[in-house]
Nanobody
Framework: QTQLVESGGGSVQAGGSLRLSCVGR????????MGWFRQATGKAREGVAA?????????AESVKGRFTVSRDNADGNENLFLQMNSLKPEDTAMYYC?????????????????WGQGTQVTVSS
């Protein structure tokens, strides 16, 4: 079955950087849209960045200029990355990778078919 596994979370001080990775395995179709979402304690999940199967990228306003999303398909997997620079305490959240091989959500819409378990990012001031 399709699997998404995130890694790369951790604790950093404000101004620091982290790079999140997501390995996607066993998709049924070859056109795959992927995205990063996050959920802070007590808040609703929100979109961070998304990238379509043809490379169109959308960022949340709050992360523009600081975060960079990218993807590759090395080793037969669909790999999604999120380079996070100039981190702020308000970036603290559980970060989730999402993917869909049937429907490509528009922008930062959360209607993805597959979700990972998440990786925690904590930014201290």
């Amino acid at each position: 079955q399709t699997q998404l596994v995130e890694s790369g979370g951790g604790s950093v001080q404000a101004g620091g950087s982290l790079r999140l990775s997501c390995v996607g395995r066993r998709f049924y179709q070859s056109s795959i849209c992927m995205g990063w979402f996050r959920q802070a304690t007590g808040k609703a999940r929100e979109g961070v960045a998304a990238i379509t199967d043809d490379g169109k990228i959308t960022y949340a306003e709050s992360v523009k200029g600081r975060f960079t999303v990218s993807r590759d398909n090395a080793d037969g997997n669909e790999n999604l990355f999120l380079q996070m620079n100039s981190l702020k305490p308000e970036d603290t959240a559980m970060y989730y990778c999402a993917a869909d091989d049937v429907y490509c959500p528009f922008g930062l819409d959360q209607s993805y078919k597959y979700w990972g378990q998440g990786t925690q990012v904590t930014v201290s001031s």
